[in-house]
């Protein structure tokens, strides 16, 4: 099965994207709310594998009543 490690895409103002690798996806879910306030459109992109499962999922997260959530997701 393909394990990687999560990644997260953060859009900046200059409409380049910054990528940024966490070794685990709690760790990224601790630091979901810094990297959506530094992104210029306020939402991200994560990309992660699931136990268990094949293939790449993806996740776009945005803050709603002051938490992220889950906009999107599925397989890409």
Do not use: C, H
Not at 32 to 57: A, H, Q
């Amino acid at each position: 099965m393909s394990n990687f490690k999560p990644s997260v895409r953060i859009n900046k103002r200059n409409f380049t994207a910054e990528w940024k690798l966490f070794p685990t996806y709690r760790e990224l879910k601790r630091n979901l709310i810094k990297l959506i306030d530094e992104s210029y459109d306020n939402e991200v992109s994560v990309s992660r594998s699931k136990r268990g499962e094949w293939g790449e999922w993806f996740e776009n997260w945005a803050m709603s009543n002051g938490k992220p959530v889950i906009i999107k997701q599925g397989w890409m």
